[in-house]
């Protein structure tokens, strides 16, 4: 895989927290409910913590309960890549950021429509950007 942002082991080390790497680097997950922006409602862009790729617009985040930020739609569908994961006796499908590799979470199919997906994402591989009211156009 061809990607955009590639660091080495000492240099994620280094930018990231031990948290952030853990999940970033090493597929860990944040523990349910624990993450800053689970609660977030301010309206702006959801970036990659480990380079900085938009990856979910406000627009489609939810509450679904899980403990995690979760959002029915990616913003940039060539930002996110798509990985079955059978890890843990499970089945699932893990979702990465596709410049840097870094592991966000999982997508699961009992989301709200119209797409019907929830993507359950950890917190600590989100950074978050408000949104600049003055770059709207009038
Ligand atoms: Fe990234």
């Not at 080495?8 to 927290?17: A, F, G, R, V």
């Not at 939810?62 to 006796?89: C, H, M, R, V």
């Not at 592991?103 to 950890?122: K, Y």
């Amino acid at each position: 895989m061809d990607r955009k942002v590639e660091k080495s082991e000492d240099e994620w080390k280094k930018e990231l927290t031990p948290e952030q790497y853990k999940v970033l680097r090493k597929k860990g997950t944040e523990p349910a409910f624990t993450g800053e922006l689970l609660h977030n409602k301010v309206k702006g862009m959801y970036v990659c913590a480990g380079c900085g790729a938009e990856l979910f617009d406000s627009d489609t985040k939810y509450d679904s309960g899980s403990g995690w930020p979760s959002f029915w739609q990616p913003a940039e569908k060539e930002n996110i890549e798509e990985k079955t994961d059978n890890s843990l006796f499970m089945r699932r499908t893990e979702v990465l950021c596709k410049k840097c590799g870094g592991h966000l979470g999982h997508v699961f199919e009992d989301g709200p429509q119209p797409t019907g997906q929830r993507f359950c994402i950890n917190s600590l591989s989100l950074g978050f950007k408000k949104k600049d009211e003055k770059q709207e156009q009038p």
